[in-house]
């Protein structure tokens, strides 16, 4: 199981970015994909989450209309649109493969190494 994420860098407030998850060709192909964030000293938490047709979404309630997935399947890659940011959107963003094809809360079991976003206000 191998996950690439990428796209992470510095920014201003306000400012968009996209992160990209590319997936190993047999990683992902049926499997919901999802996205995490984390900061020192708190707890990894979830962002948003895609089916693996793509059909279903879930985000955090907080992040609605700013974050928006999606997927590539015939790049095996999903992205992670991220709009209108603010500096407590600074965190390592992390990609995740669920075991289900839907998102499951319980079934993330493989993931990236992450990728750095900062905000600067």
């Known amino acids: 199981v191998q996950l690439q994420a990428s796209g992470g860098g510095l920014v201003q407030a306000g400012d968009s970015l996209r992160l990209s998850c590319a997936a190993s060709?047999?990683?992902?192909?049926?499997?919901?994909v999802g996205w995490f964030r984390q900061t020192p000293g708190k707890e990894r938490e979830f962002v948003a989450g895609?089916?693996?047709?793509?059909?279903?979404?879930q985000y955090a309630e907080v992040l609605k209309g700013r974050f928006t997935i999606s997927r590539d399947i015939a790049k095996n890659t999903v992205y992670l649109q991220m709009n209108s940011l603010k500096p407590e959107d600074t965190a390592v963003y992390y990609c995740?493969?669920?075991?289900?094809?839907?998102?499951?809360?319980?079934?993330?079991?493989?993931w990236g190494q992450g990728t750095q976003v900062t905000v600067s206000s």
């Open positions: 895609i089916s693996w047709r793509g059909g279903s979404t």
């Open positions: 995740a493969v669920n075991r289900f094809s839907y998102v499951n809360p319980q079934g993330w079991a493989y």
């Open positions: 060709k047999r990683t992902a192909s049926n499997n919901a």
